[in-house]
């Protein structure tokens, strides 16, 4: 398992933008596969977005796609979500999750979250209206 550390979360208007970032020390970044999950109050947890080791593959929920871009920068072993258009129904802790994917298809991308064993802590994501 690896550290993630999540930051970037706050207060936002709806239309507004934000972007997180998932920091790890983990000197073999590249080895791993990255994800996206939100959990609002009440709700379950939710997949988001993920990106393959690789980055030449990404995943989105259909509730994000068209509004939110996922990407990773392998020499500073970190991994954004930029969010726009945001909207009151994106309210929700964003978490980020990896996985060791070493000999995985460049392709790869997990979508549930049985595909990850590490978590971050989480970071809020708030929408007004």
């Known amino acids: 398992q690896v550290q993630l550390v999540e930051s970037g979360g706050g207060l936002v208007q709806a239309g507004g933008s934000l972007r997180l970032s998932c920091a790890t020390s983990?000197?073999?970044?590249?080895?791993?596969?990255m994800g996206w999950f939100r959990q609002a109050p009440g709700k379950e947890r939710e997949f988001v977005a993920g990106i393959s080791w690789s980055g030449l593959s990404t995943y989105f929920a259909d509730y994000v796609k068209g509004r939110f871009t996922i990407s990773r920068d392998n020499g500073k072993n970190t991994m954004y979500l930029q969010m726009n258009s945001l909207k009151p129904e994106d309210t929700a802790v964003y978490y980020c999750?990896?996985?060791?994917?070493?000999?995985?298809?460049?392709?790869?991308?997990?979508?549930?979250?049985?595909?990850?064993?590490?978590w971050g802590r989480g970071t809020q994501v708030t929408v007004s209206s």
């Open positions: 999750a990896a996985r060791l994917a070493r000999g995985y298809s460049t392709e790869w991308v997990g979508r549930n979250g049985y595909d990850y064993d590490s």
């Open positions: 983990e000197r073999t970044f590249s080895d791993y596969v």
